[in-house]
């Protein structure tokens, strides 16, 4: 079956290490994206990619870094930049010529930094 | 810029109940309007869309209408089940060049009791 695949699904990490979420779809989609998810905030726009070998930063990119090398795969790395790790992060692909609304999400990674 | 304003949490309602979750936005222009639904460890699937004004858009039991004139979206739904218990997040694509991204309300958290 089609669809997203999030690993891992939980994470911990100490403060000041880098960590790498994988994102990897296989719906032949051309956008991707990730979300930054915390109670009572909502969905958070990290960094989305409309094509390989390219992307752009979302609402809150301080700290974080991708990479679109393949069309299938999006990493997101989590740098010790990132002030406020903790949270739940959500990739989410988008089927080409449909409105730009409808996306298909993973099942998430929750990282949790000690 | 773009804002989704959704009811605060939690809602807790007995199974067969009717369901109301106020969702109203800003925008500018004729923006295009979702809900999704996050069950509980998973990420979020599209409920409903609507894409232009009086749409109404259905699905599973589920009804929203896009009203411009009070730029409002309310999820309804006239009798609810157990497996209905989740987070709904009502959501906007801008019209116009901004269109790559959604914005998202903070989310309303539904328990259905037996």
Known sequence: DGGITQSP?????????NVTLSCEQN????AMYWYRQDPGQGLRLIYYSQIVNDFQKGDIAEGYSVSREKKESFPLTVTSAQKNPTAFYLCASRRPGTETGEL??????RLTVL | GNSVTQMEGPVTLSEEAFLT???TYTATGYPSLFWYVQYPGEGLQLLLKATKADDKGSNKGFEATYRKETTSFHLEKGSVQVSDSAVYFCALR????SNYKLTFGKGTLLT???
């Open chain 1, 9 to 17: 699904k939980y994470l911990f990490r100490k403060e000041g290490q």
């Open chain 2, 21 to 23: 979750i106020n969702c």
């Open chain 2, 112 to 114: 259905v009791n037996p």
């Open chain 1, 104 to 109: 298909f999400f993973g099942e998430g990674s």
């Open chain 2, 94 to 97: 801008g019209a116009g060049g």
């Open chain 1, 27 to 30: 719906l032949n989609h051309d």
